[in-house]
């Protein structure tokens, strides 16, 4: 039987989308009083050694370790939210983006994964801006490619080089595919695994915000911009899907040299970034998952 | 799975027995259609040509038209076919390492049809969604239907078609020593397909001029060449008659002869008339037919059994 004071949420996104990191800053604001949030902790529980050191990496400014098939990890947290005292325990399952990735590529799912989705009310699912794979097609950059292939053309003719190869294709790859393609996937293939018709509270999170804020775009005209075909199935399918899309930066920047000198001068807290228009607190990762959890 | 507070770890091996198949997503055959036509009403749409006329190309730039969101009225539902439509684009975009955009010809072990899928929705009440198979048939099986009204028959998913899309070459339209034979081979095709009862009123006719750039002025920014009406007369008058409607266009899946026009020149035209046209509809009647006859019976008979014309 379901615990109604336990909430399960799932943690989606291919690799490097920033869902550890995420992790790491939200267990470090939970237990900070500097500065507000909506969800605290309520007390510690067990063991905590693996989001400690997640924690730590992040608040030293470096690299949060990847996520490996090995390492997965389920995460709960016994938190209170802070308006109204209710106590909820809310579990992460940490899965590597390899997981996600292979239901693409492979077209299985676990079974360990699809009782998560059962047990499960809502997702953050993260994009890495830095890293979308965009659906280019040889038209759109075929100026470039006219320069490319005289260049070509010239060497050619001076090495005699066989032109042959320029017709020739590498065979296609699915963990090439475009990355709003895999996502939407991924969403098909949650909605068709589902029993319940509640609609699954989805929270978008585009991460590395701090790599992206300067276009001027909000998180919801961004996705709608670069993403557009994962824009349209969300619209598409709210009864499916009940989403509301949020800016990331977890880290508070890239971490180079000088960027780490001028981080480790903030409070750990005010490096986080949290953008969105349903967003009132810019400095509060829990404000997505409180979300969730309504 | 029991929940230590804060961590605990997952096994480290799924072992396979522990893996759910998901859908292979590639093209579907009749069976791999039927959870889908069973499940919501599905609209067929058949793509007609001889090989190499641009069938898989036309079927694929809609996708692709999608992933930009460059499809007015319309958005994008989602797909059962998405890693099919993936793989038939993938010789057109710059992950395949080509300079020259190509559509993987279509080739089948055996002769079934198979479909892509996609669910098209109004962008203004995404409530009212059509989904949309597309056939994927090799041109050599329209070449055969278009020799025999017998193979033709064997083409059962023709019965089925409630948008049927023939297309002309541009490219050899072009050409004048190839024009008529274009012509003639759309002509005998429909007509065999017609001659056969697979295609009749219940079905749309879309006579489509695929690869128009062809047919523009080299180097110019005009507007294709219009669709010669004395073979839009002629189309119209032997199968005008014998199809629930006959429209006429001019597309450029993917116009490289011709800069002016852009990706997927006359193709959102086409999927706003598959989206939101169908043969099968018939008009609600919301106002009683007054009962005719005088019998208690006649009038019985036709208040629950409608009229005996």
């Known amino acids: 039987m379901t615990n109604p004071k336990q909430r399960h949420c799932l943690l989606v996104g291919l690799p490097a989308a920033g869902k550890t990191t995420f992790l790491a800053a939200l267990w470090h604001l939970v237990h900070q009083i500097r500065m507000p949030c909506a969800l605290k902790i309520d007390r510690l529980k067990g063991s905590s050694r693996y989001l400690n050191e997640m924690s730590n990496a992040w608040l030293n400014c470096t690299a949060v370790p990847r996520t490996n098939p090995g390492s997965e990890a389920i995460v709960a947290m016994e938190l209170s939210e802070s308006a109204t005292g209710r106590v909820m325990t809310v579990v992460f399952p940490d899965l590597s983006g390899e997981s996600f990735e292979s239901q693409w590529t492979t077209r299985t799912m676990t079974q360990t994964f699809e009782k998560q989705l059962g047990g499960a009310t809502g997702a953050l699912f993260f994009i890495n801006p830095t890293t979308v794979v965009e659906p280019t097609r040889i038209d759109q950059v075929a100026p470039a490619i006219a320069e490319v292939e005289a260049l070509l053309a010239d060497a050619a003719q001076d090495h005699s080089t066989d032109q042959h190869d320029l017709n020739e294709s590498l065979p296609w790859k699915p963990e090439e595919a475009p990355t709003q393609v895999q996502l939407v996937e991924l969403l098909q293939f949650i909605d068709s695994r589902r029993s319940s018709r509640v609609p699954f509270r989805s929270a978008v999170m585009i991460s590395a915000w701090d790599r992206v804020a300067l276009e001027g775009l909000t998180p919801a005209h961004w996705l709608r911009a670069r993403m557009p075909l994962l824009w349209q199935y969300l619209t598409a399918n709210e009864r499916a899907f009940d989403s509301v899309i949020f800016g990331v930066s977890a880290q508070g920047g890239e971490y180079d040299a000088a960027v780490r000198e001028q981080l480790s001068r903030m409070t750990p807290g005010e490096r986080v970034q949290l953008v969105g228009s349903a967003v009132s607190n810019s400095h509060d990762l829990t404000e997505p998952i409180q979300w969730l959890m309504r | ?309």
């Open chain 2, 1 to 309: 799975m029991a929940v230590d507070q804060q961590s605990d770890a997952l096994p480290v091996a799924e072992t396979e027995s522990d893996l759910i198949d998901l859908p292979a997503g590639g093209e579907l055959s009749d069976n791999d259609a039927r959870p889908i036509s069973s499940a919501v009403p599905t609209r067929l749409v058949v793509v007609a040509g001889p090989a190499e006329c641009g069938k898989t190309t036309l079927v694929t730039s809609v996708f692709e038209l999608f992933q930009w969101a460059q499809i007015p009225h319309h958005i994008f539902g989602g797909s059962a076919t998405l890693p099919g439509f993936e793989r038939r684009c993938h010789e057109a975009r710059i992950a395949s390492a080509r300079v020259i955009p190509e559509t993987q010809r279509t080739r089948y072990e055996d002769e079934d049809v198979r479909y892509l899928h996609l669910r098209i929705c109004d962008a203004a009440n995404v409530s009212v969604a059509v989904d949309v198979l597309f056939t994927d048939v090799s041109g050599e099986n329209f070449e055969r239907a278009r020799d025999s009204t017998d193979y033709c028959r064997e083409l059962t998913f023709l019965h089925r078609a409630e948008h049927f899309v023939v297309l002309l070459d541009g490219e050899k339209l072009a050409e004048a020593t190839r024009r008529w034979g274009v012509i003639q081979d759309a002509q005998l095709l429909l007509q065999s397909c017609l001659d056969s009862d697979m295609l009749g009123t219940g079905t749309f006719l879309d006579v489509v001029i695929a690869k128009c750039d062809f047919l523009m002025p080299t180097g110019t920014a005009a507007d294709p060449i219009p669709f010669d009406t004395k073979i839009e007369t002629e189309f119209r008058a032997m199968f005008g008659a014998r199809v629930g409607r006959i429209e006429f266009s001019q597309i450029a899946a993917r116009p490289l002869r011709s800069p002016a026009l852009p990706f997927g020149y006359g193709v959102a035209d086409l999927v706003h008339r598959w989206a939101t046209s169908t043969p099968r509809q018939k008009p609600l009647q919301l106002e009683r037919r007054p009962i005719e006859g005088v019998r208690e019976s006649e009038r019985f008979y036709r208040r629950h059994f409608g009229t005996t014309e």
